[in-house]
């Protein structure tokens, strides 16, 4: 009798110990920080990963994310990498990432966006001294220097233009190389983007057609960048994309109020120390996810097609590219 006693003491202990562990560790994990590696690109869309690590946005208790950040030129390296699970997050260009799905069969989900408005270009054509550019299909036997980041988004501007694009030449450099390139008159043309766009537009005459070639020859209003994950890593992680939307949601609401700051942290983040430079740096517009306009990343994917930029089509509805905000509900 006592050892059928004890048998059940000891039962109830370990079903004590088990349920105290159901109910304790899941608290223990919500009270830690995430670690997450996020991918940026050389642009101006980075600057809100920057302005949350800067301002303490990924500290705060309502988020707790530990977040290493990692600039990235080559857009197609960081998909790889976010595909391989070396990277838990990648902000990359919208046609770099629908590329990616068009030529790999992968769907790749985002929930922060990027919008380029021609009112406030965040790229634009400048020419070398002494050439003559008047119009868009003097583009014709020309050579275009192009960061990583554009490439698939020139590919489409040439075609969408009526050249054959056998007539010109697309060279990708380093961002922070394009003017060089052109100074050196390597490239006739560079298409930099922000802000290296107004970086060039201090050292060089105006851009062509004031700038903004993406809104003008592919798409008004233009999607810029994502920030990306997996679906395996979303499932996967779940706390950390929710908590990742947190501080992006957070981040949106700041930099609305403070411009001025954003722009400091941008220039922080490319090294730019020019108080009259840094004035004049071009903010793009920022989505959440309710914000992302689908129908916009469907019509950018079928001009990319039509102009022969990505392979194939991609239906981008069916493939739930935005991740919903019931999705991202805690």
């Not at 054959?164 to 380093?174: G, N, W």
């Amino acid at each position: 009798m006592k050892a059928t006693k004890h048998i059940l003491t000891a039962v109830i202990i370990v079903l004590g110990l088990a349920l105290a562990a159901i109910l304790i560790v899941p608290l223990v994990k919500l009270s830690r920080p995430v670690q997450v590696k996020v991918l940026v690109e050389p642009s101006v869309s980075s600057v809100p990963i920057y302005y949350a690590q800067e301002e303490g946005i990924f500290e705060d208790k309502a988020v707790k994310v530990e977040a290493t950040i990692e600039r990235v030129e080559d857009p197609q390296k960081a998909l790889e990498a976010l595909v391989a699970g070396e990277a838990d997050f990648a902000l990359v260009p919208w046609p770099e990432a629908l590329r990616w799905m068009s030529e790999h069969d992968d769907t790749l989900r985002c929930f922060f966006a990027v919008e380029f408005k021609v009112a406030t270009p965040q790229e634009g054509l400048f020419t070398r001294k002494g050439l003559r550019f008047d119009k868009i299909s003097d583009l014709e036997g020309k050579t275009v220097g192009v960061s990583a980041g554009t490439k698939t988004a020139m590919q489409a501007i040439v075609t969408s233009a009526e050249i054959d694009p056998a007539t010109v030449t697309i060279k990708v450099y380093p961002s922070d190389e394009l003017l060089a390139a052109l100074e050196s008159e390597e490239v006739d043309l560079i298409l930099p983007l922000e802000p290296y766009f107004t970086v060039a537009e201090t050292h060089l005459s105006e851009p062509f057609a004031e700038g903004a070639m993406f809104p003008k020859w592919i798409n008004s209003p233009y999607l810029g960048s994502g920030l990306f994950v997996t679906p395996e890593y979303f499932h996967e992680n779940e706390l950390a994309v929710k908590r990742m939307n947190k501080a992006m949601e957070l981040t949106y609401l700041e930099m609305a109020n403070n411009q001025d700051t954003t722009r400091a942290v941008l220039a922080r983040a490319f090294g730019i120390e020019d108080e009259q430079l840094i004035e004049r740096l071009n903010l793009p517009d920022f989505q959440r996810t309710h914000e992302i306009d689908q129908n916009a990343i469907q019509e950018l994917a079928d001009k990319l097609e039509i102009y022969g930029a990505i392979p194939k089509g991609l239906n981008t509805m069916d493939m739930k590219v935005v991740i919903s905000k019931e999705e991202l509900r805690d």
